[in-house]
């Protein structure tokens, strides 16, 4: 199994970036899909998930500003960055497991993950 995710890139405050995710050999569909980030000396981080019941959730800090999709048909899923911020900088990941709502914010819930990829927003 593996997950890919693109995209990455360096950009100013206020940018838009678009993250892809795609995964082989697993199928999307039944797993809850997310995205996390760790920046340098800090600890991984939730993002945002859509799970595979429909519903999508998110961070504080990113509501209003990040939109996280899935097309299962692709087995891709995406994270729609805007209005990006300095603090938005980190290494990105993308995860898949199959976590119940209690544990969708803990990295250890997921079972696959992705290399990562590095997003680095100036002011």
């Known amino acids: 199994v593996q997950l890919v995710e693109s995209g990455g890139g360096a950009v100013q405050a206020g940018s838009s970036l678009r993250l892809s995710c795609t995964a082989s050999e697993l199928t999307f569909r039944g797993y809850t899909v997310a995205w996390f980030r760790q920046a340098p000396g800090k600890e991984r981080e939730f993002v945002a998930a859509?799970?595979?019941?429909?519903?999508?959730h998110y961070e504080d800090s990113v509501k209003g500003r990040f939109a996280i999709s899935r097309d299962n048909a692709k087995n891709t899923a995406y994270l729609q960055m805007n209005s990006l911020k300095p603090e938005d900088t980190a290494v990105y990941y993308c995860?898949?497991?199959?976590?119940?709502?209690?544990?969708?914010?803990?990295?250890?819930?997921?079972?696959?993950w992705g290399q990562g990829t590095q997003i680095t927003v100036s002011s």
């Open positions: 859509f799970r595979a019941t429909g519903t999508t």
């Open positions: 995860a898949a497991g199959r976590s119940i709502l209690s544990t969708m914010m803990t990295p250890s819930a997921y079972g696959y």
